[in-house]
């Protein structure tokens, strides 16, 4: 089992920027790929970044890139999405996700996701 919990999420002015932290525990984080997607309000979760075991690969969805910038800190068992340039559009809840394929992740493969968290808020106002 692995548990995750983000933080970091909040309020922010469009423009501004935000960082998130995934905090994981269990059993070995860097075994995972780990992953955000996020949930708007009245829309279906989607996919917004995901990062491989080492770190060596990343993967955007198109409206991030650019912008977003995901990482991770094996030796503290914690993964991050640094975001910039804030956009109202990308108010929602940012779930972290970890996953035994990455190649899974960014296919969008249905169950590609093993382990989630419980989210956190992040709201951009304009």
């Known amino acids: 089992q692995v548990q995750l919990v983000e933080s970091g999420g909040g309020l922010v002015q469009a423009g501004g920027s935000l960082r998130l932290s995934c905090a994981a525990s269990?059993?070995?984080?860097?075994?995972?790929?780990m992953a955000w997607f996020r949930q708007a309000p009245g829309k279906e979760r989607e996919f917004v970044a995901v990062?491989?075991?080492?770190?060596?690969?990343?993967y955007y969805v198109d409206s991030v890139k650019g912008r977003f910038t995901i990482s991770r800190d094996n030796a503290k068992n914690t993964g991050y999405l640094q975001m910039n340039s804030l956009k109202p559009e990308d108010t929602a809840v940012y779930y972290c996700?970890?996953?035994?394929?990455?190649?899974?992740?960014?296919?969008?493969?249905?169950?590609?996701?093993?382990?989630w968290g419980k989210g956190t808020l992040v709201t951009v106002s304009s």
């Open positions: 996700a970890a996953s035994g394929v990455y190649g899974a992740v960014v296919a969008g493969t249905s169950n590609a996701v093993d382990y």
């Open positions: 269990g059993r070995t984080f860097g075994s995972y790929a």
């Open positions: 990062i491989s075991r080492t770190g060596g690969s990343r």
